[in-house]
């Protein structure tokens, strides 16, 4: 079922040969330009448009009427309701240590800089609703921008065919959370419904543009992202998830096939890869996956996902050489099933989340761990972070010099613009002292 990628007595580098899913987002951008430019020259019947196109739907309203918000939680399993609130609780304290503090530097008598954390002012949340409401990722993007102090929070979510609303059990995380202001929009529209604003009928903001756009999606959510990147902040080009495994012959093959089938019934274009020495590991592992897709719920999907060319099992020499394949492979999840699994984790440099031991599965972050399952996908996790409070701060520098703090360092400005040929920098700070007159 699982493509096998030998990389024992190899030299290969292994960023030239790990599965990695084809997602052609330039090609993305052109296919979703003229959803997006339609949006922006012509508001919400372009939204309309565009949902009765992709969603089969034409939705009553865009805004999410506040009594289908505040009766949601009625909708929900008693059970589900308790698990979502846990979830909150959990989301909140650990996000709860991100918040930042203001530090002021003296770096000489007389002469501070202070950097001061400041939230954006307005959010535009997005959280998928396709093949799997997730109802957790409304969780996930809201709890860390309300810690940061973001005063304007606006949630969307593509609408149901059935209702032309958001599934429910999303509007009742948001009721649960206690944001009011909710899309029933989906994909790029919504992004550049965000980055733009949209104007109601009497010419005033129906949804206001946003500072910042965050939250997961398929590749054109992702390819709106880019393309709008600058318009609008984003996060970061979160796609279709991945889990890396990175094990030998003490884990446990049920858990490995279980945690590589959970990631793969998001989607067919999941990612799901194992790294080991083992091949007594592999063969077990192959065994049980023969086993336990069958009887999944979603098993077409999941088997779909795992032949695909975007997973497969990695073969290395040893638990060394399986490092240096995951730091380059950069998973979104990366499980570490070894002995003394604290220790190879520690030795990790680059993932979106490591879930440590037989018992941190990746579904446990998806839901209840108190971390963020909103993370960098297809590599990005060698240079970016998951979602936290500190995506929704800005830091800002306030610089405070006295007039002899300045006078001091006089001499150092102006012989530093001299060498860069700006003479006018060095005379802004003589003009103070007499210089230029």
């Not at 606006?154 to 429910?168: E, F």
């Not at 490995?256 to 890869?273: F, G, K, N, T, Y």
């Not at 336990?292 to 088997?303: D, F, G, I, K, Y």
Request: hydrophobic share 45%.
């Amino acid at each position: 079922m699982l493509n096998r990628i030998d990389l024992r007595g190899s030299l290969t580098d292994p960023r030239d040969v790990l599965p990695r899913a084809e997602l052609d987002v330039a090609a993305a951008i052109e296919q979703i330009r003229p959803t997006v430019e339609g949006v922006h020259q012509h508001g919400v019947e372009a939204v309309l448009a565009a949902s009765e196109r992709f969603d089969r739907v034409r939705p009553a309203s865009l805004r999410v009427p506040a009594e289908a918000i505040a009766t949601a939680p009625d909708t929900l399993d008693p059970a589900v309701r308790d698990a979502l609130a846990e979830s909150i609780t959990r989301a909140r304290a650990v996000h709860a240590d991100q918040a930042r503090t203001d530090v002021t530097t003296q770096v000489v008598p007389g002469g501070t800089v202070t950097e001061r954390w400041v939230p954006v002012n307005r959010v535009g949340l997005y959280v998928p609703g396709g093949l799997a409401p997730l109802l957790s990722s409304v969780v996930m993007n809201v709890v860390p921008a309300q810690v940061a102090g973001v005063g304007s929070i606006a949630l969307a979510s593509p609408p149901q065919r059935d209702t032309g609303l958001p599934h429910p059990g999303i509007l009742a995380a948001c009721a649960l959370l206690g944001v009011d202001e909710v899309y029933t929009i989906g994909g790029a529209q919504a992004v550049a419904s965000f980055a733009y604003g949209l104007r109601g009928a009497d010419g005033g903001w129906l949804c206001e543009p946003v500072d910042l756009v965050t939250g997961p999606g398929n590749i054109y959510v992702t390819a709106a992202k880019r393309m709008l990147r600058g318009v609008v902040g984003i996060d970061s080009e979160a796609g279709t998830t991945e889990i890396a495994i990175l094990a030998d012959d003490t884990a446990d093959p049920v858990h490995v096939a279980a945690d590589l089938i959970s990631q793969a019934e998001h989607d067919p274009a999941a990612a799901s890869v194992l790294v080991t020495p083992s091949e007594a590991l592999l063969a077990a592992v192959e065994a049980e996956l023969g086993r336990q897709v069958p009887a999944t719920r979603h098993h077409e999907r999941v088997a779909t996902a795992l032949g695909g060319k975007q997973s497969g099992v990695v073969l290395v020499d040893d638990l060394a050489h399986g490092l240096r394949v995951v730091d380059a492979y950069a998973a979104e999840h990366l499980e570490i099933q070894t002995a003394d699994a604290a220790a190879v984790a520690a030795r990790v440099r680059n993932a979106g989340a490591i879930f440590v031991g037989a018992y941190s599965p990746v579904s446990l972050g998806d839901y209840a761990a108190g971390s963020n399952h909103v993370l960098p996908t297809g590599g990005c996790a060698r240079h970016s972070s998951g979602l936290s409070v500190q995506t929704f701060l800005r830091g800002i520098h306030v610089v405070e010099y006295t007039e002899q703090a300045l006078r001091e360092v006089a001499p150092h400005v102006v012989a530093l613009s001299s060498a860069e040929d700006l003479p006018a920098h060095g005379q802004a700070v003589t003009a103070r002292f007499g210089g230029g007159r």
